[in-house]
C-alpha cells in the first residue's frame, strides 16, 4: 500500500542514538519524525514507550520509506491496545540496505 504524503513539514529531526521526550497533545493528533539513514548494512532500533497505565487511547507507532515520487510506502507498524494495565513499549527494527528517509508516525 502505498500513500501520499500527508504534510510532514513539521516532522522532527532524528538522529541515531538519540533520546527524545515527547507528548501526544490531542486524540487524533499524528506526530511526524524523519530519520535519514545513510549507513547501510546496518539495522536500525527504533523504540516508542509510553507512561500511561490504562492508557484512554491507542498507542501506535508506524515506519513509511519515503519513495522517489514522495509516496509514503508502510514498513511496520506496532501498537498498543487500549486501556492496556501496563505502559507501552513499542519496539521496531528496519534493516537499512540502502540510503533512505524514514518516517515514523506517531497518532
Not at 529531526?13 to 547501510?40: K, P
Amino acid at each position: 500500500m502505498i500513500r501520499k504524503t500527508p504534510n510532514t513539514s513539521g516532522a522532527r529531526e532524528l538522529t541515531a542514538d538519540q533520546t527524545l521526550t515527547d507528548t501526544i497533545e490531542a486524540e487524533g493528533e499524528v506526530d511526524w519524525y524523519r530519520f535519514r539513514a545513510v549507513e547501510v548494512n546496518q539495522t536500525l532500533a527504533i523504540n516508542c514507550t509510553g507512561t500511561y497505565h490504562n492508557a484512554p487511547v491507542d498507542f501506535m507507532m508506524t515506519v513509511y520509506e519515503q519513495n522517489g515520487s514522495g509516496e509514503l510506502v508502510p514498513l511496520f507498524g506496532k501498537s498498543a491496545p487500549e486501556d492496556s494495565t501496563l505502559p507501552a513499549d513499542l519496539e521496531i527494527f528496519v534493516r537499512i540496505d540502502s540510503p533512505k528517509v524514514l518516517l515514523i508516525a506517531v497518532p
